[in-house]
T-cell receptor, first 115, second 116 residues
């Protein structure tokens, strides 16, 4: 069964460093998402991406964040200058369609720790 | 505004007994509702989905959920718990915007423990 994959599974970085989290969505999917879960808090939406552009972003998704689909298979989340509060589990998701037929499929997550 | 409330942060049951995980939602629009499960060190797996076709939804691993509009509830049940059901369960709402993209709104999660 096709699945969403994410790399790395764990990443430790120093505050102020750039990190890139990578996701490979399911191959025929067209809609892509990033969510995050800070330890002990709810899973929260960051950004949605369709047709090579951001379709919606949350207020969390400030200028330090960017997303890209560089090669038609990968979907990346970049944090330019990490802060301590960026420590979280980051989930990538993808779906084939949007609207009421949509089901989002999630990857296993990347646990990011900013020191 | 849309929101989801999971009424129990922890539920503990004995193997073979019924499971009930409670969820209430708030949505200005006709929502899609989901239950996802997360086993330790695993990703979020879809258990089941409601999209107005039928109020009783059957999912994987013997789970089902009933949509009750009058109570704004979408409780998850299973007749007989198995040890492998121990995990964290998330109730999720997706507001149905016409032509929009569906960001999911998660509940806080319920951790289910199953004892022998």
């Amino acid at each position: 069964e096709p699945e969403v994959t994410q790399t790395p599974s764990h990443q430790v970085t120093q505050m102020g460093q750039e990190v890139i989290l990578r996701c490979v969505p399911i191959s025929n999917h067209l809609y892509f998402y990033w969510y995050r879960q800070i330890l002990g808090q709810k899973v929260e939406f960051l950004v949605s991406f369709y047709n090579n552009e951001i379709s919606e972003k949350s207020e969390i998704f400030d200028d330090q964040f960017s997303v890209e689909r560089p090669d038609g298979s990968n979907f990346t989340l970049k944090i330019r200058s990490t802060k301590l509060e960026d420590s979280a589990m980051y989930f990538c998701a993808s779906s084939e369609v949007s609207g009421d037929l949509e089901t989002q499929y999630f990857g296993p997550g990347t646990r990011l720790l900013v020191l | 505004a849309q929101s989801v409330t999971q009424l129990d942060s922890h539920v503990s049951v004995s193997e073979g007994t019924p499971v009930l995980l409670r969820c209430n939602y708030s949505s200005s629009y006709s929502p899609s509702l989901f239950w996802y499960v997360q086993h330790p060190n695993k990703g979020l797996q879809l258990l089941l989905k409601y999209t107005s076709a039928a109020t009783l939804v059957k999912g994987i691993n013997g789970f089902e959920a009933e949509f009750k509009k009058s109570e704004t509830s979408f409780h998850l049940t299973k007749p007989s718990a198995h040890m492998s059901d121990a995990a964290e369960y998330f109730c999720v709402v997706s507001p149905m915007f016409s032509g929009g993209y569906n960001k999911l709104i998660f509940g806080a999660g319920t951790r289910l423990a199953v004892h022998p």
